[in-house]
């Protein structure tokens, strides 16, 4: 790790020090600081990759800081700070949402297997890639997969999940009608699969078969 | 290019799937058919547009929810005077003093000197020539005299 690195690691050590302390001490404007300190990254490299779903991500950090705030009073100060102790919390949480999604109908799909080596623990503080560089990685990627897809597929996706248009808008922009829409996103999406696996050195999931439910998509 | 399947026609997996998928997108909730390799490459889609960022308004409504699930410590009650410690602890303090006088005025021995000879006059101004630089011989001469008196006085009070 670089000095200044390490300088700016320690400087954060010790402001989170004094945080702890004073949340351990009933201060809950010090849980906010911390909160804000470390929800961003749980849920961009914790929840969101293994539980696929904003809203299950969010879910899941709620309850992830729920119990770091009755157990922080116990808490005993380790070297790299709470991230690695709130990162095996939210791991745990992201594991308990998926042993439940069937019961509560919940659709969770992770793809923190597609992320591959973009993909980073977040428990490890000194390896930890700048956020907006590693948006830019998985911005390139996709960037270089789509123009892969066939001009339908790609259209279908972009109009979807980049621009965000509800279905009938992407099918009326397709000329087709909203059923052969769905079927043709699904499509889409099997491909871009395929290629974005193909394309970089992501690690497949386990068999990456096509209707292969929860089993092999829990973390 | 690999959409070799773009023109077939949909089979009925695929259609149940299409229409699993397309609800799950907009809901987040899955049916039994939900292709979770197709769910999870849309996720992928959305996870590089945007990084996975919390959104701000988001982060502060799940702070909020989470202050409010987790009861902080309770603030202390606000005691009346007559209940508060220093209000208990008073007499006891007052009490606890004046049993120890009681007992050094007690067990105290008899101190000599409550009457003792009062310097003269004269030997307090040669007390104070010699201290500002004069003569000393006065202050000999009245301290002979004063110890006489004393001795005497003290003679007096011990004599058995």
Same mark, same amino acid.
């Given at each position: 790790m670089p000095p200044e690195a390490d300088d700016n690691r320690r400087a954060r050590l010790r402001r989170e020090r004094a945080l702890v302390a004073r949340a351990q001490g /009933?201060?809950?404007?010090? #849980? /906010?600081? +911390?909160?804000?300190?470390?929800?961003?990254?749980? #849920?961009?490299?914790?929840?969101?990759?293994?539980?696929?779903?904003?809203?299950?991500?969010?879910?899941?950090?709620?309850?992830?800081?729920? !119990?770091?705030?009755?157990?922080?009073?116990?808490? !005993? @100060?380790h070297a790299d700070g709470l991230r690695p102790w709130l990162s095996r919390i939210a791991a745990n949480e992201a594991t308990n949402m998926h042993r439940v999604s069937a019961r509560s109908g919940r659709a969770l799909a992770s793809f923190e297997?597609? =992320?591959?080596?973009?993909?980073?623990?977040?428990?490890?503080?000194?390896?930890? =890639?700048?956020?907006?560089?590693?948006?830019?990685? +998985?911005?390139?990627?996709?960037?270089?997969?789509?123009?892969?897809?066939? @001009?339908?597929?790609?259209?279908?996706?972009e109009l979807r999940l980049v621009e965000e248009r509800n279905r009938e808008a992407c099918a009326e922009a397709l000329d087709v009608k909203l059923g052969t829409f769905d079927v043709v996103l699904?499509?889409?999406?099997?491909?871009?699969?395929?290629?974005?696996?193909? +394309?970089?050195?992501a690690t497949p999931l386990p068999g990456g078969a096509p209707r292969a439910r929860s089993q092999e998509e829990t973390p | 290019m690999s959409d070799d399947d773009e023109s077939l026609p949909p089979t009925a997996d695929e259609l149940r799937e299409a229409a699993a998928l397309a609800a799950a997108l907009d809901r987040s909730h899955g049916a039994p058919e939900l292709p979770v390799d197709a769910f999870a490459?849309?996720?992928?889609?959305?996870?590089?547009?945007?990084?996975?960022?919390?959104?701000?308004?988001?982060?502060?409504?799940?702070?909020?929810?989470?202050?409010?699930a987790v009861p902080?410590?309770?603030?202390?009650?606000?005691?009346?005077?007559?209940?508060?410690?220093w209000v208990l602890l008073l007499p006891t303090g007052v009490g606890i003093a004046a049993a120890g006088a009681a007992i050094l005025l007690t067990l105290r021995p008899g101190v000599p000197g409550g009457d003792l000879p009062r310097p003269s006059v004269a030997l307090l101004r040669a007390q104070a020539e010699a201290a500002s630089g004069g003569s000393s011989d006065a202050l000999d001469a009245e301290l002979t005299r004063y110890r006489a008196t004393l001795h005497a006085s003290l003679e007096e009070r011990y004599r058995p």
């Open positions: /009933g201060d809950r404007d010090a #849980f /906010g600081a +911390l909160y804000r300190l470390h929800a961003p990254e749980l #849920f961009a490299r914790v929840l969101l990759p293994r539980l696929g779903s904003r809203s299950a991500a969010e879910d899941a950090l709620a309850e992830t800081f729920r !119990k770091a705030l009755e157990q922080l009073p116990r808490w !005993k @100060p297997g597609l =992320l591959g080596p973009l993909r980073e623990s977040a428990d490890l503080p000194g390896a930890a =890639l700048d956020a907006r560089e590693r948006q830019a990685r +998985l911005r390139a990627r996709l960037d270089a997969v789509l123009p892969r897809l066939s @001009p339908r597929y790609r259209r279908a996706i699904l499509r889409a999406l099997r491909a871009f699969r395929r290629e974005w696996e193909r +394309l970089g050195d | 490459a849309a996720g992928v889609v959305r996870y590089a547009r945007d990084g996975g960022a919390l959104e701000d308004a988001a982060a502060e409504r799940i702070l909020d929810d989470v202050l409010a902080g410590p309770a603030p202390a009650a606000e005691r009346p005077w007559w209940k508060r410690p």
